[in-house]
């Protein structure tokens, strides 16, 4: 199986080496970074490294998509007609209901788009920071659509045990935004609030400890990116955001109370949770 990972920053570039790692032999990259196809093609993660996807695409059989939103659909209407019969094309997109049809309604009839999402990441941009140890035991989503072929999702999941997840799971692109709202994005709208909201100017490196440390690792944070995620799924994460406010003003107003016994019942509810997790 012949496959092209397109956009080789640090997630394409971790899905390289973990191929790689895994035996996938026959792997190639296209980037718009010369700099970063040659790195690529130095530590050895693919075979050969393309800025134009002319003489590629149309050799591959499986394209893995690890680019902007916004940038899967003109990739898809870039290469419509350079696709095999029977090619299948996955994604690494953080949201799904955003682009899903536009991207049907330009798609192939003999082309598979099986729309994954593998939660793992790292805060910094570009291949530098890439690593096949993400993978390891992290979850791996499946956004099914109507026109999906079995074999075809069957051969997406296979690859992502392969590589390393430990659990992959089909749902549909609104469930699938819905609960990334919750588990990815409003962490890191939190993560974010919480260092802005720092005094600006004091020592604050010199009294943080693993709690600190911990909570803001992803406030560390790739503007472009996030700022579309976050736009493109406005509606599920301001409705989580309202939800997490209500929690916090329990807190405050147990705070203003002086009230022992609701802060200790806020805090075994949220023991409880944790542990179920």
């Not at 026959?26 to 196809?37: A, E, N, P």
């Not at 350079?82 to 330009?106: P, S």
């Not at 690792?217 to 994460?237: H, Q, T, V």
Request: aromatic share 8%.
């Amino acid at each position: 199986m012949r496959i092209l990972i397109v956009g080789l920053g640090v997630v394409g570039g971790s899905y390289a080496m973990a191929l790689k790692e895994a035996g996938y032999e026959d792997v190639y990259g296209l980037d718009t970074d010369l700099d970063t196809l040659k790195k690529a093609e130095n530590l050895r993660i693919i075979k050969k490294g393309y800025i134009d996807g002319t003489d590629i695409v149309e050799k591959c059989d499986l394209i893995i998509l690890s680019i902007y939103p916004r940038l899967v659909k003109k990739f898809i209407q870039d290469n419509k007609n350079r696709f095999k019969k029977g090619t299948v094309i996955t994604d690494a997109t953080g949201i799904k209901e955003m682009f899903i049809n536009d991207i049907l309604e330009i798609l192939p009839s003999n082309v598979d788009f099986i729309f994954g999402h593998p939660m793992a990441g790292r805060e910094k941009k570009g291949i530098d920071y890439a690593s096949s140890k993400v993978f390891k035991g992290a979850n791996y989503l499946i956004t099914t659509i109507d026109s999906n072929k079995e074999e075809n999702i069957k051969l997406i999941e296979k690859l992502a045990y392969n590589i390393g997840f430990k659990k992959v799971r089909r749902i549909t692109p609104k469930y699938h935004d819905e609960m990334i709202s919750f588990t990815s994005q409003l962490p890191h709208a939190i993560a974010v609030a919480l260092i802005n909201s720092d005094e600006e100017g004091r020592d604050t490196g010199s009294f943080i400890g693993d709690s600190y440390r911990d909570l803001t690792r992803i406030a560390n944070i790739n503007e472009e990116l996030w700022s579309e995620l976050f736009l493109g799924n406005k509606s599920n994460l301001i409705k989580v955001i309202d939800e997490f406010e209500v929690e916090l003003k329990k807190i405050k107003i147990a705070l203003e109370n002086n009230n022992n016994k609701c802060l200790k019942e806020l805090f075994v509810k949220s023991t409880k949770r944790r542990e179920k997790l």
